[in-house]
């Protein structure tokens, strides 16, 4: 009887460790969704100096800087429409790298980490109609919410956005320092890769 007993109780303490290991497990690994941008529920317009109108729902996402003589500059604006998103408070924006440019050095891959800062776009656009000055002013008049560093060695970013924020307007990307680099993400409308498409963690 005194060794039934033992092993009930060993069987009672591994029960009850494997508890704690599962909740520990769940508090530190939550449960995630991703949420994918597609062509069936985002826009964008990509524009830069040579292409005056915008190029809408363009393969990737150019981001570098604006200069007075509007030299080798691009922007792109973001729009989605995921009802499931509207009431989440924060969300995990990923983002695959297609590109990281050296701007003076053409087909160099960018040798220095470069700062970006995540922006809310604070008025409405059309993807339509919005061309290079309309981006231009978008860019430099939205609310910056977040950042993020791209190094010359990441083939993705993550950042957490107030993804319920962006509803409205969307969101841009624009650079938050000198650094001569300029980077391009797989879009949500390039179907060949579809597997890079950008899209939001968030926490079940």
């Known amino acids: 009887m005194k060794n039934n007993s033992s092993k009930k109780c060993v069987l009672i303490a591994v029960i009850i460790v494997l508890g704690i290991i ?3 497990f769940y508090l530190f690994n939550p449960p995630t969704k991703n949420y994918f941008l597609n062509s069936g529920n985002t826009h964008s317009v990509v524009s830069d100096e040579y292409h005056k109108t ?8 150019h981001f570098g800087e604006w200069t007075p003589n509007k030299a080798e500059t691009y922007g792109s604006l973001i729009k989605f429409n995921i009802l499931e998103l509207e009431n989440e408070k924060t ?3 990923h983002l695959n790298i297609q590109a990281f440019d050296n701007k003076t ?8 980490s470069k700062k970006f800062n995540v922006k809310k776009i604070l008025s409405s656009w059309d993807y339509k109609t919005v061309g290079y000055s309309g981006i231009e002013n978008l860019q430099n008049n939205g609310e910056v919410i977040a950042n993020f560093t791209v190094d010359p060695d990441d083939s993705f970013v993550e950042v957490e956005l107030p993804v319920s924020e ?21 879009s949500h409308s390039d179907d060949n890769n579809s597997e890079k498409h950008p899209y939001f963690i968030v926490n079940n």
Do not use: H, P
Request: with cysteine; aromatic share 12%.
């Open 54 to 61: 915008g190029t809408v729902d363009a393969w990737v996402y």
């Open 166 to 186: 962006l509803a409205a307007n969307g969101f841009t990307i624009s650079q938050a320092d000198g650094v001569l680099c300029r980077v391009s993400f797989y």
């Open 22 to 24: 599962a909740i520990l």
């Open 105 to 112: 050095i053409k087909g160099q891959r960018c040798s220095e």
């Open 91 to 93: 969300a995990m924006l």
